[in-house]
């Protein structure tokens, strides 16, 4: 089963979710800044995108610069602040049962169907 975790207000992931209603596949659609995910499955989605923690922190976002930037975090620490503060989770990631993508750009999305 195909998976987004979609923010609605990121044109990306909008463009990501055009994406998978044009593939034909049937999909979930999972908006993480409502339903957060918990840690274990944040790690297992960090797991199947093969980075680390820190690759999928959007190190843009305000609360990243502003309590974040400057702490020497470790992976574990990292994956509670983002379960903490879904926002700082980039954005569209999609996945299937055995792999996943982040959807920048969203191109990406197209080439792991």
Same mark, same amino acid.
């Given at each position: ?24 596949? +049937? ?31 959007? /190190? ?9 930037? +400057? ?25 299937? +049962? ?12 197209? /080439?792991?169907?």
């Amino acid at each position: 089963m195909l998976r987004i975790y979609h923010n609605t207000r990121c044109k990306k992931s909008r463009e990501g979710l055009e994406i998978l209603e044009n593939s034909g596949k +049937d999909f979930e659609i999972r908006e993480y800044l409502k339903e957060p995910l918990s840690e274990s499955e944040l790690e297992k989605l960090i797991n199947k995108l093969e980075i680390t923690p820190i690759q999928l922190v959007r /190190k843009n976002e305000k609360i990243w610069k502003e309590d974040y930037k +400057d702490k020497d975090l470790s992976d574990k620490e990292l994956i509670t602040v983002m379960v903490k503060h879904p926002k700082l989770i980039e954005r569209p990631v999609v996945e299937t +049962d055995d792999k996943a993508v982040i959807g920048r750009p969203p191109s990406d999305i197209e /080439k792991m169907l």
